[in-house]
């Protein structure tokens, strides 16, 4: 069960890092974090490209700090509520999708099935990489995982 500390609600390091709060949820807080990830996707979706991709890029490396800094803080390595790396992933996963709601629950299973079952290499990179760094890369990985599955099925339909 996810235990989330008091900070989440009094630093505003840890609320980004837990998803604007997402990640404090008892249970399933990568869920959640993925499910308050996807409100940003619809606001972002009629951006171009370019300005897509640089959000990405922005919330990739903010998001190495807030990481870092929110785990040191807790002592804890990727504590289970620190959720920013979901929000980043499905980002990634829903990269030149345009937006309608069946898109955005498709993109939504499918990073989720990647996130928690990581093929490789995305479990080597979950164990062997530390900081900051290595809680963002593994859902990054699985974002383009995602992304190249719903991007196929896009191409297929």
Do not use: Q
């Amino acid at each position: 069960m996810n235990r989330a500390p008091a900070s989440v609600w009094r630093r505003p390091t840890h609320f980004l890092a837990f998803g604007l709060g997402s990640g404090a949820v008892p249970w399933a807080p990568g869920t959640f974090g993925t499910l308050a990830a996807i409100p940003f996707y619809w606001l972002m979706a009629d951006l171009p490209l370019s300005w897509y991709l640089m959000m990405i890029v922005v919330t990739f490396v903010v998001g190495v700090w807030l990481c870092e800094k929110t785990s040191n803080d807790l002592g804890v390595h990727d504590h289970s509520g620190i959720v920013w790396d979901e929000f980043v992933g499905y980002w990634i996963t829903m990269a030149a999708v345009p937006f309608s709601w069946e898109a955005a629950l498709w993109g939504f299973l499918i990073f989720r099935i990647f996130d928690v079952f990581k093929p490789w290499p995305i479990r080597w990179a979950d164990r062997r990489v530390a900081g900051g760094f290595g809680i963002m890369i593994d859902d990054v990985m699985a974002g383009l995982y995602a992304w190249g599955t719903i991007h196929l099925w896009l191409w297929l339909h």
